[in-house]
């Protein structure tokens, strides 16, 4: 958070503006130039643009595209670049309207190229800034050569080592600030401590039959740690994610029982992340063992909502107390009128099925009052705490305490507010 209090580090060599029209290019050329961007090259249309990108003595890191271009239009370039395997991250600019541009942010996506941002024309100094920032990040997100090679039996030593651990983010109530619960998130920690995240092992846990311990071993942890914050009256519910996998093993249910009873905790206190589309993809499993996991009182949530493509008539056949809509709806729907719109939509429709909402990926001060004037119940992301190791939270939480009030007034903006 505080992005725009930060000062600016881009790691970018160079950038490669695409627009027809002049005004509007010197503009965006004014801005990087502004942003410190050292070599700025331009094109008036996507046939140079293509020309360029084989010519060019430093290749830029990226292009900026407006879509609206005589002869090759923008959406037509990008599609070029697919097709030549230009993998050069992207700044979509146009001054249509917001919905044109996102689709065309989706159709990006799904080339498998990275988008900065959809913007909406004339560009302004901050959306730039914080789209380059992006690329900053992202690079440095990148996984170093040592870290990319691990197979599947270095993650069943782990997995029979205990060294799959969870972190656990903040969930906290909209309107008060007061924290609810937690989101259990699988981390493999580094012998030089350097942390695997998720999303590097869990697809290979899934493929390799080892999805049922990892999620074992990871709702075994976060439980115990749930019944030592209860010995000390902290009352939390942890949310724990669950596998499509997992929907398809009879033993499950039976497992998760136990859990609770060796903990003493109350069902209400675990709730089961389990995301739209693979609840609509399993339907006959799914419903059985969800229903049986309801009827022992557990929470159950559907995880990423909007990403899926089920109608309300599919998901109200499921159990579920819980929709938790997925950060592309949450992150920026201050700014973004067709974002705010969904938003609104699904959280009168979860309010009016008497659901708990949750919105994921909140990290600006916009979104999170946006939270508050729609009545989502509960709120997670960067804004409020990064997942963090289990007893660290005693100490986050006494800081956050500090700022409920600048927080429910929505008055976060100064930096001696900051949360995390
Ligand atoms: P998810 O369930 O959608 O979890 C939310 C992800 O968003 C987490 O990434 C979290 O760190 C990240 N996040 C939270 N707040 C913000 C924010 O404000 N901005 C942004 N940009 N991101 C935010 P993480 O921890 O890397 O987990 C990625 C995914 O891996 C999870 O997505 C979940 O699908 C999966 N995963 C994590 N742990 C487990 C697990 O134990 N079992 C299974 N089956 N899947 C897991
Ligand atoms: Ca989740
Ligand atoms: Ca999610």
């Not at 990226?62 to 700044?91: C, K, N, T």
């Not at 009256?233 to 942890?238: E, Q």
């Amino acid at each position: 958070m505080q992005l725009e209090n930060q000062p600016l580090s881009l790691q970018l060599d160079a950038i490669l503006v695409v627009d027809d029209s002049t005004v509007q290019r010197a503009h965006t050329v004014g801005l990087c130039r502004e942003l410190g961007v050292g070599v700025i090259y331009e094109a008036g249309n996507g046939v140079e643009a293509l020309e360029m990108l084989v010519q060019l003595p430093i290749p830029p890191n990226v292009l900026v595209i407006d879509l609206e271009m005589p002869g090759m239009d923008g959406v037509e370039l990008i599609q070029q670049l697919a097709q030549r395997s230009v993998h050069v991250p992207l700044i979509v600019a146009s001054s249509r309207e917001s919905a044109l541009i996102s689709s065309v942010e989706t159709m990006v996506q799904a080339l498998g190229m990275q988008v900065l941002a959809a913007l909406q024309k004339p560009l302004n100094l901050p959306q730039l800034a914080a789209a380059l920032q992006r690329y900053g990040r992202s690079q440095a997100a990148r996984p170093s050569r040592k870290e990319a090679t691990f197979g599947v039996e270095e993650l069943r030593t782990a997995l029979e080592a205990n060294g799959i651990v969870p972190y656990y983010q903040p969930k906290v109530d909209v309107r008060t600030g007061v924290i609810k619960g937690v989101e259990a998130l699988a981390r493999w920690p580094q012998a030089d401590g350097s942390m695997i995240p998720p999303d590097r092992f869990i697809p290979m846990a899934e493929q390799h039959g080892l999805i049922h311990a990892l999620t074992m071993q990871i709702a075994e942890q976060a439980c115990g740690q749930i019944a030592r914050w209860n010995k000390h009256g902290l009352r939390l519910s942890v949310a724990i994610n669950l596998s499509p996998i997992l929907l398809d093993s009879t033993n499950f249910v039976g497992e998760a029982a136990e859990l609770l009873e060796h903990h003493a905790l109350g069902a209400d206190q675990v709730v089961w992340e389990i995301t739209e589309s693979s609840v609509v993809a399993n339907l006959g499993a799914a419903l059985g063992i969800l229903a049986r996991l309801r009827l022992k009182g557990f929470g159950l949530s559907i995880d990423d909502y909007g990403t899926g493509f089920s109608s309300m008539q599919q998901l109200a056949r499921i159990p579920f107390t819980e929709l938790k809509i997925d950060r592309s709806f949450v992150n920026g729907a201050a700014e973004r009128h067709h974002l705010r719109v969904i938003l609104q939509s699904a959280l009168d429709m979860a309010n009016r099925l008497s659901l708990i909402t949750v919105a994921e990926g909140v990290e600006t001060v916009e979104d999170w009052k946006l939270l508050q004037d729609f009545g989502c119940t509960l709120g997670q992301g960067y804004l409020i705490a990064k997942p963090m190791p289990g007893d660290e939270l005693p100490i986050w939480l006494r800081k956050h305490t500090q700022h409920l009030r600048a927080l429910r007034e929505g008055r976060l903006h100064d930096k001696s507010d900051g949360l995390s």
